[in-house]
């Protein structure tokens, strides 16, 4: 109900003009009153006019009224305001749920604003003002409301603990530092507050250092992303463009062969068909003269033949061969030969130079980019442990050092059904799978396979064979030669052979590097690719006998 009053007296007493409470209250000469503020700026803005109005009524006036305060309208704006604060609810002043109360409040208990570290009370606005009165608790430290004030009481004594013991780490009583703590190095709390706060300000400008060396790095980073954005559209544009014109000059070219077959077609068959219209009109005369001659064969009369045959002329020399040599049906195939020498030239050259295409692509470094390994030890910091996986080995491999170590055995080893095992093959993989940066060495002794190869490999029939299959790729180790296998390719390696090879694999780049390892590291072939899936390393096994190690290196 208070509230409805104090609600209608508002709208009784407030200026039409901003819709609050009247302030400094004027009436005009019609009776209605405005803040001073509201109807001056209303009046100046009316200036250039020449007359002034009521913004109620619409009264106007030929001068400006002078305009004087509302003595009594003023007193009543001032009670009303009173009597709406103390209408308004107090809810919010009081403590509830997570607040801190004040310690000094009885019964429904007010917020607390302010908790004394003196007192160990909490206090609401209105029991804190003897603290800012009172002379007798100037030297009281008051901070924001707290809750754990009775932290600082020890529990022993029940006394404030003003003192740090630095022995313990821990605040305590002036009672205990005559008994447990006695003997201990103590200072007073604020001493010790005072060099930790101390502390505690140089990890800040530290940390705010750090965090400005950070901001500069993420500037960095971000201009670093613009340029690789702007540099990889730039060079897709002029590849596409690069690419565009080779496309186009192989067209070009493909056209110009077109033209001149087709030219020559049209010379040859025009040559041909002008020979065919030579010898059709010659066994044209032929038959004529022919038919001349068996009328003149068949007369009887003996002096008519005789009289009629000198008039028979001679038979002309023929113009055209008497043979016709006309070759096999290999008209335009040598052109066909050759334009096939040439796309294998072109494969090989393309082949050739596209490694390079790609190599470049995965060498462009960013900020972000660890450098490429060049010596053992920079190899060694990628080091990976490996063990073998019993459910994918062959029934005739033989695991042992820990699953580090495959033997090829005469005798098949009982291993239980799984559908992870090699069935026709002597191979094994392991159970890390490896994606990143990985390098791992192999001891190996006989013939036997290094290999990377995706989980999901067969593991039955040809496609199971490291070195048939596209999802792996392995190196043959031999006494005197190595032979890099990947889908049916094979490719020979001359190096020097060692039993021990080192396998280094950066999966995300998409190269996989194989090493001969003795005294030095000697690189036998670097694969460049794309790999889709991590990858698992592998072994596989020619001859009984043979075996293969995963050395450990950490």
């Known amino acids: 109900m208070a509230q409805t009053g104090v609600q209608k007296d508002r709208e009784r007493f407030s200026c039409s003009i901003c819709l609050d409470l009247l302030k400094d209250p004027v009436t005009t000469t019609c009776g209605h009153s405005y803040c001073m503020n509201c109807i001056t700026d209303f009046w100046d803005g009316e200036e250039k006019k020449g007359t002034y109005s009521c913004p109620q009524c619409r009264e106007t006036f030929r001068q400006r009224p002078v305009l004087k305060k509302h003595t009594l309208l003023a007193e009543l704006m001032e009670d009303l305001k009173k009597s709406r604060a103390r209408a308004a609810p107090a809810d919010h002043c009081y403590a509830g ?120 790095d993420v500037k960095l980073l971000q201009q670093e992303v613009k340029a690789i954005n702007v540099s990889a559209d730039k060079t897709v544009e002029d590849s596409e463009k690069i690419f565009t014109e080779l496309i186009r000059l192989l067209q070009t070219r493909s056209s110009e062969v077109k033209q001149q077959i087709r030219s020559q077609q049209e010379t040859e068959v025009s040559r041909v068909k002008d020979l065919q219209e030579k010898l059709e009109q010659e066994i044209t005369e032929l038959k004529r003269k022919d038919a001349e001659l068996e009328q003149l064969s068949h007369t009887e009369d003996h002096n008519q033949f005789l009289l009629n045959y000198p008039s028979l002329p001679e038979l002309s020399r023929s113009t055209c061969s008497s043979s016709i040599n006309v070759r096999p049906l290999r008209h335009f195939e040598d052109v066909t030969t050759a334009v096939s020498e040439l796309r294998e030239k072109l494969q090989e050259v393309l082949g050739n130079s596209w490694t390079n295409v790609s190599l470049t692509v995965t060498e462009v470094d960013v900020l972000l980019s660890e450098p490429k390994p060049k010596t053992k030890t920079d190899f060694l910091k990628y080091s990976r442990k490996i063990t073998l996986d019993p459910n994918t080995a062959c029934s005739y491999l033989l695991l042992s050092e820990r699953n580090r170590t495959a033997t090829k055995m005469k005798k098949m080893q009982f291993y239980l059904d799984h559908s992870d095992r090699f069935k026709h093959w002597d191979q094994v993989l392991s159970k890390e799978s490896l994606t990143g940066r ?117």
């Open 97 to 216: 749920p997570g607040d801190v109360a004040c310690d000094v409040c009885t019964g429904q208990k007010m917020k607390a604003t302010k908790s004394c570290l003196v007192c160990l009370v909490s206090y609401c606005e209105n029991h804190l003002q003897p603290h800012y009165e009172s002379s007798a608790f100037k030297k009281h430290k008051l901070v924001e409301a707290s809750a754990k004030l009775q932290q600082n009481i020890c529990s022993r004594h029940d006394e404030v603990m003003k003192i740090f013991c630095r022995t313990d780490q821990q605040c305590i009583c002036y009672l205990c530092t005559m008994d447990e703590h006695k003997g201990h190095e103590t200072v007073p709390a604020a001493a010790e507050r005072d060099e930790k706060q101390k502390k505690l300000q140089e990890s800040r400008q530290q940390i705010q250092q750090r965090i400005q060396d950070r901001e500069k």
């Open 438 to 554: 990985c390098y791992w060495e192999v001891e190996w002794e006989g013939e036997v396979e290094v290999a990377v190869s995706y989980k999901n490999i067969s593991k039955s029939g040809d496609e199971s064979d490291f070195r048939y299959s596209d999802k792996s790729w392995s190196l043959y180790c031999g006494t005197y030669s190595y032979i890099l296998y990947h889908y049916y390719d094979e490719i020979h390696i001359s190096g020097p052979v060692s039993s021990r090879l080192g396998v280094y694999l950066d999966h995300t780049a998409g190269i996989l590097s194989f090493y001969s390892v003795s005294k030095t590291m000697t690189l036998l072939h670097r694969v460049q690719t794309t790999f889709t899936q991590p990858l698992h390393a592998g072994l596989g096994f020619y001859n009984d006998g043979n075996s293969a190690e995963f050395i450990k290196l950490t």
